[in-house]
């Protein structure tokens, strides 16, 4: 609209109305929300630094007494790397000018160690509606622990940017964030006395699909591998719900991977919802893995029981687990429950089950010829199998009916 008033204006008019706006029409600079006030930058690892600028302007980062320069893409985009840090010294500052405009500046910056949790309604689940909410909300008051959460929003094409801020962990910050979170990253600032950035990334309900572009997923050939074997197609899913592996298999299955890492939470589930209110545990649990396998804590036993190996002695089946950590127990004093025995007819009865060392012997009056043998393999099992570190045994089973 303005400029068609201008074109019917004399020209010279036209001229000072152009020189007049021109300074507002240059692209200001502009950094992601994700790099922002209160922000936590990874330790030990390159620092990428990015945002947008004229298309062709000289761009200039400061951060921790260094200095580097950019020159902006034809699309505006520009990008340095600044050498590691270390944890601790903070708060810092990153501040960026470019030829034109005003400076940008990012303050209270921490260096320490940065987490993305994701996953679905479980991980979504905020400390708000979590078992005995109060005394938990009033106690997190936590200014080294800084969270971003990411909005919900949709697309059909990657997004570089949307809108988010980083806070520092508080009694008000903390109520709508992610509980698991929260108590994953609460463990973590404790234990390596460090700040910690959470990026909580959840939506309910979601598949993983969109969460994983075609091109990254197949170019890690053990993901590769579990996705063919398990058959996970989306077609085939959702057509045929009955063949796919039942969840927690294929989440056994994904350990494989490298960095992974699995709580079982079969001991504070509960069967009447969906979504257990113990968040507290469950972050606790994935905060094991990140210290045995992040951090270098290898004293620590990460993971309940997972099945090993089995052989068969006679009319008897011996089971061996790793994460046995002190031994294996039944974690509420009672006969091993849960167990089941097959033959060669595939039918599976109810087994005795008893602790024998290290491993865990397996039988049935009804069964005198073993093959195979199923534990807590049914949406409602509560099985009582554990180490002495308290953490409850996995659901297997040895069989590929």
Known sequence: MIRKKIRIIAPTLIALVWVGLSPS?????????????HMVIQQDKPVS??????????VSIRLSGQEMKARAGGDGRWRVIFPALKAGGGPLEILVRGTRGPEVAVRDIQVGEVWVCSGQSNMEWPLSMTASPTPEILRAD???????????????????????????????????????????????HQKLRIPVGLIEAAWGGTAIEPWI??????????????????????????????????????QTSVLRLPHTGMAIITDITDLNDIHPRNKKDVGARLALWARARTYGETELVPSGPLYKSMSIEEDRVRISFDYIGGGLIANDGQPLRWFEVAGDDHIFYKAEAAIDGETVVVSSQKVTAPKAVRFGWHQTAVPNLANRQGLPASPFRTDRW
Request: aromatic residues 12%; negative net charge; glycine residues 6%.
């Open 25 to 37: 029409l240059w692209a200001e600079i502009r950094l992601p929300a994700v790099i922002g006030d």
């Open 49 to 58: 630094i990015w945002g947008w600028a004229e298309p062709g302007e000289e």
């Open 142 to 188: 936590h200014p080294e622990i800084r969270l971003f959460l990411v909005p919900k929003c949709t697309s059909d094409r990657p997004q570089d940017d949307f809108k988010a801020v980083w806070t520092p962990c508080s009694p008000e910050t903390a109520a709508p964030f992610s509980a698991v979170a929260y108590y994953f990253g609460l463990e973590l």
């Open 213 to 250: 572009p075609p091109a990254g997923l197949m170019s890690v050939p053990e993901t590769k591998a579990i996705w063919d074997e398990l058959g996970l197609k989306v077609e085939a899913y959702r057509s045929d719900l009955e063949k796919v592996l039942p969840a927690w298999e294929a």
